[in-house]
């Protein structure tokens, strides 16, 4: 079955500086790519997706990249604020059923 | 996207009791969907929920320890059975919904569990 491995586990940047998650995936049938942000307490969030038809998606801040041929795909966050700190958690969706396997999740901080 | 409710959002349990999370969607969705979250961990996936037959249960959970139902396109039910301390975790109904490039996945606010 799919396996989805994300990195790094935590990572501290400053308000205004880059953030960059990275995750890899073992099935190539895999198609569909989200990321979700969850807040303490809250619940996962859907931020942005990417199919496998797409090389790169961009929503303001946020961006994702995939590259098939390395079965890899990346979360970029630009200008971060402190408000983007929360725990990320990537996913891929292979096979029937439209089932989604999460990476470990990465914990951002973002001082001020 | 749809709005998906849970009921309860937070409860503390006994030991050895059961307790029934219910998942109501605003619309009806052809996908259903229970994952798991434990403190301090990514999320698992228990069971595809399916509209008028059984679920369909991932490796590691069991129809006995989390029976589902599924008696129509908008509503499913999870029962944690004869709970442990080890069941303390967040219970999340998901739904899929359709859109012009595919199918989205969406969470409910989640059921915060503690057994005691």
């Known amino acids: 079955g799919e396996n989805v491995e994300q990195h790094p586990s935590t990572l501290s940047v400053q308000e205004g500086d880059s953030a960059v998650i990275k995750c890899t995936y073992s099935?190539?049938?895999?198609?569909?790519f989200p990321w979700y942000k969850q807040e303490l307490g809250k619940r996962p969030q859907l931020i942005i997706d990417i199919r496998s038809n797409v090389g790169e998606k961009k929503d303001q801040r946020i961006a994702v990249t995939l590259n098939k041929t390395a079965k890899h795909f990346s979360l970029h966050i630009t200008e971060t604020q402190p408000e983007d700190s929360a725990v990320y958690f990537c996913?891929?969706?292979?096979?029937?059923?439209?089932?989604?396997?999460f990476g470990a999740g990465t914990i951002l901080r973002v001082k001020s | 996207s749809a709005v998906i409710s849970q009921k309860p959002s937070r409860d503390i349990c006994q030991r050895g009791t059961s307790l029934t999370i219910q998942c109501q969607v605003d619309s009806q969705v052809t996908m259903m969907f229970w994952y798991r979250q434990q403190p301090g961990q990514s999320l698992t996936l228990i069971a595809t929920a399916n509209q008028g037959s059984e679920a369909t249960y991932e490796s590691g959970f069991v129809i006995d320890k989390f029976p589902i139902s599924r008696p129509n396109l908008t509503f499913s039910t999870l029962t944690v059975s004869n709970m442990s301390p080890e069941d303390s975790s967040i219970y999340l109904c998901s739904v899929g919904t359709a859109s012009p490039s595919g199918n989205t996945i969406y969470f409910g606010e989640g059921s915060w569990l503690t057994v005691v």
């Open positions: 099935d190539s049938a895999s198609n569909y």
């Open positions: 996913a891929a969706r292979s096979g029937p059923g439209n089932k989604l396997v």
